[in-house]
Nanobody, 122 residues
């Protein structure tokens, strides 16, 4: 069983930066792809970014490309999401997820964290 714990969310102003972290338990972290999704109130959960097991391949949604960067440290069982130039529309609950590969849809992933709230004021 894998457990994912997100941290780093908060309340910031437009244009600010935040770095989210997701720590994974277990010994299988380095074998799996990791992803970040987000869900705003009244909206469906949407793909944000993903990274393969080695960190050599990444994917981003068009809405965050150029502003967000996903990375991982397999020695620390941790994946990061660096978010720069935040916008009010980035406000959402951000979830970390783990799966067998990079997928743009949530059903491709097997394990999920509880989420960390990011709120961006204008």
């Amino acid at each position: 069983q894998v457990q994912l714990v997100e941290s780093g969310g908060g309340l910031v102003q437009a244009g600010d930066s935040l770095r989210l972290s997701c720590a994974a338990s277990g010994n299988t972290f380095r074998s799996y792809a990791m992803g970040w999704f987000r869900q705003a109130p009244g909206k469906e959960r949407e793909f944000v970014a993903a990274i393969n097991w080695s960190g050599g391949t990444t994917r981003y949604s068009d809405s965050v490309k150029g502003r967000f960067t996903i990375s991982r440290d397999n020695a620390k069982n941790t994946v990061y999401l660096q978010m720069n130039n935040l916008k009010p529309e980035d406000t959402a609950l951000y979830y970390c997820t783990l799966g067998p590969g990079i997928f743009l849809y949530s059903s491709g992933y097997r394990y999920w964290g509880q989420g960390t709230q990011v709120t961006v004021s204008s």
